[in-house]
């Protein structure tokens, strides 16, 4: 069987003042979809996910994680048409930052997506409680980490599931790509409802390993 790779791909805005470039390259509400590639060039990735075909920019900022998986001396060529990656893009600029690759990803994500999913890119700033905050540019986002949640390294490999074993290896400023999905929650007598994004995959872009988080709990 021919082994297919995943990627994923961010979306990030790249400004002249260094100190927003940083924020925004650790930064954003991103979508994703899960899809083969149908054409690649230095500029553009068309990335074909059943009956879609969403055309989304790259550029020299454009980051490629993970390059060791892809055929030698590609990390710059084109993205071989026919690659399974997963896009994670801004909405509605569709503007690439980085492209990570994945050859480790359990066969439940090697379909292509019916629709488009929901992930968020920014910089770790702690784990309590369950609870995962990222400094994003203009604020910050929250996301649960439980039981099933899974941790994985820069180029792939699987490093931990769970909050307890992810917690003592992420470190704080880490820039990670969290892909997640709301939930509801019902409580009270009165059954208040409220909505949370339930962290489904943490991929560690990079790391301060000088400085680790608390054990969540």
């Known amino acids: 069987m021919t082994r297919l790779l995943t990627l994923g791909i961010l979306a990030l805005a790249v400004t002249s003042d260094p100190a927003a470039r940083h924020a925004a390259a650790i930064s954003g509400d991103t979508r994703w979809v899960r899809g083969t590639v149908s054409a690649s060039s230095p500029k553009t990735l068309s990335v074909t996910a059943g009956d879609r075909c969403l055309v989304l920019k790259m550029d020299a900022s454009t980051e490629i994680v993970g390059a060791a998986a892809l055929p030698a001396g590609s990390a710059r060529a084109p993205i071989p048409v026919g690659t399974l990656v997963q896009a994670h893009f801004v909405a509605p600029e569709g503007k690439l930052a980085a492209v990570v690759v994945d050859n480790t990803t359990a066969s439940t994500s090697s379909q292509p997506s019916r629709r488009e999913g929901t992930s968020v890119r920014g910089e770790v700033q702690r784990l309590e409680s369950g609870s995962l905050t990222l400094r994003i540019a203009g604020g910050s986002r929250n996301v649960v980490v439980d039981d099933r949640t899974t941790l994985l390294d820069r180029d792939g490999p699987l490093r931990a599931t769970g909050v307890k074993a992810i ?36 991929r560690t872009l990079k790391r301060r390993p000088e400085s680790t988080l608390s054990r969540g709990r």
Do not use: K, Q
Request: aromatic share 12%; proline share 6%.
């Open 167 to 202: 917690a003592p290896l992420l470190a704080s400023g880490s820039d990670v790509l969290v892909t997640w999905v709301p939930f509801l929650i019902v409580e009270g007598e009165r059954g208040s409802s409220t909505w949370y994004r339930r962290a489904l995959e943490i």
